[in-house]
Each structure stands twice: as structure tokens, then as C-alpha cells.
């Protein structure tokens, strides 16, 4: 077995580029004026020669993450467990629709990654119509996946032709069945980063599959302890150009469906503060507290519309402010954190070049004090050396030395 200290990783981030060799990591600020591959080459093409491709492994945020639309029969079973497996596949989840009330549903804009239709166990009626085709008629999307009860099989493969059908997420006890939706998920993800022809490029220097980023950092969980001043349960925020991630401890969450990891991930595709800098502006104004908490940052909203140093530093905060917000029992459309459990906040990503340990407890606090109403916030580490998503790719081999900074619950 080759050694870790053999091994070149690389994880291709929507604005920087992450190398760790020998367990020494270093960052290099993407040029957007060239290719991925050529960029890559330019600035690390010594390290890469001496590699051969067997021994460089390659993760990619790049992409920035899928988004589903999801139709169910029943709130209780399908929809639940569908929207379960979604969230954990590291799917952005942009509605979802109870079949019964898909007249009045409305019909999401832009294009959706893929629709998945869920409902009904085998050998009963069959669930889906008329409706679904009208409604579905209306949408803009590339894949199509139905997990659903097999007597709607020959019914939706005739009149949606690019179906794929597999097999029922619910069995006969409408007990959760998860790998099948899970692994086409993440296969449709992987297939993602691959369909982009600046990853494929990749291939030149890798003989190994590439992964998508939250995969990795999601595997690297429970290694972070090695290096890390962390303890459970705890939630891991990545904020990067594209997306914002929240990676969380399945003690967390008091209906916890999918059992196989002891962590869970949801993959905010809007969220970014580079890529998705527009729509993450977008959210903020839209959220109640966000004005008051730029006050209390001593800022004001027209700091949302002007570039530079310090408008990325808000941008980074209130982003932290939005996912706890969006996981927390205030706000339905995600899966519920048990937030006032959490004893460690850790940092990854982008954020780590940006935010000070002040600035990421200036916002915490805020949160803790104004949506959850607790005096006490969990302490916060921050992986300095943006080293977790290096533990995933080489989980059975040592992790690499890796700086953190912490303090104590305040």
C-alpha cells in the first residue's frame, strides 16, 4: 500500500485551487482567464511531474452542486424520506410538491438537475396522472427518476420517455429502502463534474476518480478529531465561491432517517459569496434579521452592492447567519438542527482567508442571542489551513498536520 506522504491531492474550487503534498498544503488563487487544466499546470506543474497519475487524487467543487424538484404522494412517507436521501446526497433541494395539490403548485423557474417522482409501495393502485404531465410540461429539467410504486412503471415510462425508473424507496412496511435513490443521486453528481469538459481535462493528470468536494469533506468527518479541538456533536460550515455547505452530527437531528454515516450534509447551491454572489445577496434581503444584524456589524445595507475586502467579510457573515438560520427550528424548509445542542462550530473553505475568529463570533453570537435565545454559543474552530477535505481522500492513511484555532464556549 502506498504511503499518504506519496499520494498528491488536489481539490478544484470554484476560486482557489488546494494542493497538499507530504502534509504540506498550499492554496493558489484561480486565474479565470484560463482553463482549469492549463491553470492547474501553470502553477503546479513541478509538483505534478513527479507524481505519476496513479498516485494524484483530485476532488471538485467547480460545479457548484445539483438541484432536484421532488413530487411525492404523502408528506408522511415519501416526500419525507425522499427529501431525506436528497439532502444527504448532497442535493439542493428547490420544492417540493404533494401530488394531490399539484394543480395550484406553483412551477419553478430556471432549469432543474433532475425530478424525482416518489409514492406508493408495490402491488397497490397506481398514484400518478394527468396532473403530473401537465405540471411537468411546465418545467425545465435534464433528468427524470421515478422511485416510486412499480404500478406507475408503465404509465410514466410511456409519456416520459427519459424516465429512469429503479427501485421503490419504500418497501411493503413503508419502511425506508435508501440505496437505490441514494446511489443514482450521487452517481447523477458525479456525472455532473464529469460532463464539465474542464474536469474532464483532469484526467490528464489523475488516474483516479475525481469526487465532488462535499462528498469528501462529509467522509472526512470523522477523522477531523485527529487535529482538530472538536467535540460532538458539532456542525461544519464550508463556505466557498459556489456554494455554502453545513455538515452536521446526526445527533442533531431528532428524525433521523438515513443511518449508514454518522454525519449528514446539506449543499446550499445559492449561497456562495463569489459564484452565487448575486442570489446569496438575494437571500439576505429577503431575511428578516439580516438588517438588524448589519447593524449590529455596523454596516448598512449598501454594503450588499459594493465590491471589495470588507463586503466579502459581510458576505462571509451573513452567510454563516443564513445557514444556521435556514437549519434551525425557525425555519421549515430544511432539515431541523437541534442547534442549542451543539458544543463546536467548525470552519472550512473560503471563509478561513476572510474571517477572523471575532468576526465568526460576532455573528454566532448574534444568532444564538436573537433566533435561539441562548446567552451561550458553542465554540469555535476554524480550520486554518482549510486541511479537512484532505482527511476524506485519504481517509485509511494519516491526515495531514493541519493548524486549527479555538476558544472555549463564551
Avoid at 478544484?12 to 485551487?17: A, E, L, N, V, W
Wanted: proline share 4%; charged share 20%.
Amino acid at each position: 500500500m502506498k504511503t499518504a506522504e506519496k499520494f498528491l491531492l488536489f481539490d478544484i474550487g470554484s476560486t482557489y485551487f488546494k494542493m497538499c503534498e507530504s502534509g504540506r498544503i498550499i492554496h493558489h488563487f484561480r486565474d479565470f482567464d484560463r482553463p482549469i487544466h492549463e491553470d492547474l499546470r501553470s502553477k503546479c506543474g513541478a509538483v505534478i511531474d513527479r507524481h505519476a497519475p496513479e498516485e494524484i487524487a483530485i476532488c471538485s467543487s467547480a460545479n457548484g452542486g445539483l438541484s432536484t424538484l421532488i413530487v411525492g404522494a404523502s408528506t408522511s412517507f415519501s416526500l419525507r424520506y425522499a427529501t431525506n436521501i436528497a439532502y444527504n446526497a448532497g442535493i439542493n433541494i428547490i420544492d417540493t410538491v404533494l401530488y394531490r395539490d399539484i394543480d395550484t403548485a406553483p412551477v419553478p423557474g430556471g432549469v432543474i438537475d433532475v425530478v424525482i417522482l416518489v409514492g406508493a409501495i408495490d402491488g397497490v393502485a397506481p398514484v400518478f396522472g394527468a396532473p403530473l404531465l401537465k405540471f411537468l410540461a411546465q418545467c425545465t429539467y435534464q433528468n427524470i427518476v421515478h422511485a416510486g410504486g412499480a404500478e406507475d412503471r408503465p404509465y410514466l415510462a410511456e409519456h416520459l420517455p427519459s424516465l429512469v425508473p429503479i427501485d421503490n424507496i419504500l418497501d411493503a412496511r413503508l419502511k425506508l429502502r435508501e440505496d437505490p435513490l441514494k446511489r443514482y443521486l450521487t452517481d447523477l453528481y458525479q456525472a455532473d463534474i464529469m460532463g464539465k469538459e474542464e474536469i474532464k481535462e483532469l484526467y490528464a493528470v489523475t488516474a483516479n476518480q475525481i469526487y465532488s468536494t462535499p462528498y469528501i469533506v462529509n467522509r472526512a468527518l470523522p477523522h477531523i478529531h485527529r487535529t482538530l479541538d472538536v467535540v460532538d456533536p458539532f456542525v461544519l460550515i464550508d463556505i466557498g465561491g459556489a456554494t455554502t455547505d453545513i455538515h452536521y452530527s446526526r445527533d442533531l437531528v431528532r428524525d433521523r432517517l438515513v443511518t449508514e454515516s454518522g454525519y449528514d450534509r446539506l449543499v446550499f447551491k445559492k449561497l456562495g459569496v463569489y459564484k452565487s454572489r448575486e442570489s446569496l445577496v438575494y437571500a439576505a434581503r429577503n431575511n428578516e434579521f439580516v438588517y438588524e444584524l448589519l447593524g449590529h456589524l455596523n454596516a448598512t445595507e449598501d454594503i450588499l452592492d459594493t465590491p471589495g475586502d470588507t463586503a466579502t467579510q459581510i458576505l462571509m457573515q451573513l452567510a454563516v447567519f443564513l445557514v444556521l438560520y435556514k437549519v434551525s427550528r425557525h425555519h421549515a424548509d430544511y432539515i431541523v438542527l437541534a442547534l442549542e445542542k451543539l458544543n463546536s462550530l467548525v470552519v472550512t473553505g473560503g471563509i478561513t482567508k476572510v474571517l477572523s475568529h471575532e468576526a465568526l463570533e460576532t455573528v454566532v453570537h448574534f444568532f444564538y442571542a436573537k433566533i435561539l435565545r441562548f446567552h451561550q454559543a458553542p465554540r469555535i474552530v476554524i480550520d486554518a489551513d482549510y486541511a479537512i477535505w484532505t482527511y476524506g481522500m485519504m481517509p485509511h492513511h494519516s491526515a495531514p498536520r493541519s493548524a486549527s484555532h479555538s476558544k472555549e464556549p463564551t
